[in-house]
């Protein structure tokens, strides 16, 4: 590769460019190199005009996808003939700021078709001739090389707000690691292709996973009763004939309390624990985002909201119907408005069956019916005297649904462990195989 459009990084004598791990035919071809994105690309500026092509957006981390496959339509509009056209190989810079990407995603177009995106959003490029290998740039900017080096040129205020004012010029200065000499596509190409088989382990791992969180969701439907039935369409074989499902009303059946609501000033840096909506992001209730109360204050006033092991809590504000269990970890903490504790309250129903009630769409669809609210909904205790518990006749049939679903929600958690795994693993891959450029040049 030509030295042209090297970073002072590398014509200056700094350290050697070499990534920590690198495949056994290129060892001896020497260290990288460093050029600027501005070597490797032109900005291209045609419009789409009056040509057929086909309106993109674009899914943050996922990559460009048409507008009618994100919105169900087309939504260009007007717009349209001021879109700019891509072609296949072609990237497009959104420079709108997400949380993952917070300076903006640049996807790479695989298509065969023309395409095309809004200019006011994108910046579209191209690379000159074979200068570097299209899927090799791409996962550089997967792994966000873009950002590190454009987030000097952001101010924080237009980074919060979303939309983001990035010179071309400051984007085509980027710093790209490149491997040398005449195998420098060949090294490129292998590198892609590892990261390749990376992602098709991922997608697979992630079908697998969504194949059994579909699963379970169809089950569910078929083993409580649906919305205006009064028993479920499956039932386990050793249970039939052994009497008709009940529906009972919560209050008969269920005890429930919501957290209670607590001012700021009462907020602490230690103390009792206070359990908010993100300690409900698994199975089981944690102290994440927790605040701390006096725990003189607490026996005062909130003493009887300490959550004890194996209570249920559930949203019942913004995000619905969301239960995990207290444990250990979470046992003794106060939990807030927003959130209700459940148990059970009569000997005729099992606390595993509970939990999977509270999780299933027999309670959804009660709790959605109940909700008030424009846009946050909300349901309380006083909604929930209204609801009823579709029960079966016996306990051990209770127990047999519950243990059905709890087996089910520990594959698809080892499954998920699995692909967290998969995806630990890539990103370890990126940061053995390229280089990692200094903050000054990225």
């Given at each position: 590769?030509?030295?042209?459009?090297k970073?002072?990084?590398?014509?200056?004598?700094?350290?050697?460019?070499?990534?920590?791990?690198?495949?056994?035919?290129?060892?001896?071809?020497?260290?990288?190199?460093?050029?600027s994105?501005?070597?490797?690309v032109?900005?291209?500026?045609?419009?789409?005009?009056?040509k057929?092509?086909?309106?993109?957006?674009i899914?943050?981390?996922?990559?460009?996808?048409?507008?009618?496959?994100?919105?169900?339509?087309?939504?260009?509009g007007?717009?349209?003939?001021?879109?700019?056209?891509?072609?296949k190989?072609?990237?497009?810079?959104?420079?709108?700021?997400?949380?993952?990407?917070?300076?903006?995603?640049?996807?790479?177009?695989?298509?065969?078709?023309?395409?095309?995106?809004?200019?006011?959003?994108?910046?579209?490029?191209?690379?000159?001739?074979?200068?570097?290998?299209?899927?090799?740039?791409?996962?550089?900017?997967?792994?966000?090389?873009h950002?590190?080096?454009?987030?000097?040129?952001?101010?924080?205020?237009?980074?919060?707000?979303?939309?983001?004012?990035?010179?071309?010029?400051?984007?085509?200065?980027?710093?790209?690691?490149?491997?040398?000499?005449?195998?420098?596509?060949?090294?490129?190409q292998?590198?892609?292709?590892c990261?390749?088989?990376?992602?098709?382990?991922?997608?697979?791992?992630?079908?697998?996973?969504?194949?059994?969180?579909?699963?379970?969701?169809?089950?569910?439907?078929?083993?409580?009763?649906?919305?205006?039935?009064?028993?479920?369409?499956?039932r386990?074989?050793?249970?039939?004939?052994?009497?008709?499902?009940?529906?009972?009303?919560?209050?008969?059946?269920?005890?429930?309390?919501?957290?209670?609501?607590?001012?700021?000033?009462?907020?602490?840096?230690h103390?009792?624990?206070?359990?908010?909506?993100?300690?409900?992001?698994?199975?089981?209730?944690?102290?994440?985002?927790?605040?701390?109360?006096?725990?003189a204050?607490?026996?005062?006033?909130?003493?009887?909201?300490?959550?004890?092991?194996?209570?249920?809590?559930?949203?019942?504000?913004?995000?619905?119907?969301?239960?995990?269990?207290?444990?250990?970890?979470?046992?003794?903490?106060?939990?807030?408005?927003?959130?209700?504790?459940?148990?059970?309250?009569?000997?005729?129903?099992?606390?595993?069956?509970?939990?999977?009630?509270?999780?299933s769409?027999?309670?959804?669809?009660?709790?959605?019916?109940?909700?008030?609210?424009?846009?946050?909904?909300?349901?309380?205790?006083?909604?929930?005297?209204?609801?009823?518990?579709p029960?079966?006749?016996?306990?051990?049939?209770?127990?047999?649904?519950?243990?059905?679903?709890?087996?089910?929600?520990?594959?698809?958690?080892?499954?998920?462990q699995?692909?967290?795994t998969?995806?630990?693993?890539?990103?370890?891959l990126?940061?053995?195989?390229?280089?990692?450029?200094?903050?000054?040049?990225?």
């Open positions: 590769m030509s030295s042209k459009g970073s002072s990084a590398v014509t200056g004598g700094g350290a050697a460019l070499v990534p920590k791990q690198r495949f056994p035919e290129f060892l001896g071809a020497g260290p990288w190199e460093s050029v994105l501005g070597s490797l032109s900005i291209s500026t045609k419009k789409v005009g009056d057929t092509c086909v309106p993109m957006s899914t943050s981390g996922v990559g460009l996808v048409s507008q009618m496959e994100k919105f169900g339509r087309i939504i260009a007007d717009s349209y003939k001021n879109y700019l056209q891509l072609k190989n072609d990237f497009a810079y959104n420079k709108s700021a997400t949380k993952e990407y917070p300076e903006g995603f640049i996807a790479l177009y695989t298509g065969e078709e023309l395409a095309a995106v809004p200019n006011s959003i994108f910046t579209c490029f191209r690379i000159k001739g074979e200068a570097v290998s299209p899927k090799y740039l791409n996962y550089l900017f997967l792994g966000n090389l950002g590190r080096w454009l987030r000097k040129f952001i101010e924080v205020g237009a980074r919060a707000h979303g939309s983001l004012s990035i010179n071309n010029s400051d984007l085509l200065a980027l710093s790209v690691p490149v491997p040398p000499g005449p195998n420098s596509l060949k090294e490129q292998k590198i892609a292709d990261l390749a088989s990376a992602d098709a382990l991922i997608e697979a791992q992630g079908r697998k996973v969504e194949a059994l969180k579909a699963h379970k969701k169809g089950l569910m439907q078929q083993l409580f009763p649906q919305e205006g039935e009064t028993k479920p369409r499956l386990f074989p050793e249970f039939d004939g052994t009497g008709k499902w009940e529906e009972c009303e919560f209050p008969n059946v269920i005890f429930f309390q919501e957290g209670p609501g607590i001012m700021a000033v009462d907020f602490h840096d103390g009792v624990p206070l359990v908010r909506l993100s300690g409900l992001s698994g199975q089981s209730v944690t102290l994440e985002g927790c605040n701390y109360l006096d725990p204050k607490v026996l005062k006033k909130w003493e009887h909201f300490r959550l004890e092991v194996g209570d249920i809590v559930v949203s019942c504000s913004a995000t619905l119907g969301r239960p995990a269990i207290v444990d250990d970890a979470a046992a003794g903490a106060v939990f807030y408005t927003g959130l209700i504790r459940f148990r059970p309250k009569s000997r005729r129903l099992d606390a595993g069956y509970l939990e999977v009630f509270l999780g769409p027999s309670f959804s669809w009660q709790a959605e019916a109940a909700a008030v609210g424009g846009g946050i909904r909300h349901f309380g205790p006083t909604h929930l005297r209204g609801m009823k518990a029960l079966p006749p016996s306990v051990d049939e209770q127990q047999r649904i519950a243990d059905c679903l709890t087996s089910l929600d520990v594959l698809i958690t080892a499954e998920t699995k692909l967290d998969l995806k630990t693993h890539k990103k370890g990126m940061q053995q195989l390229f280089p990692q450029i200094g903050e000054t040049d990225v």
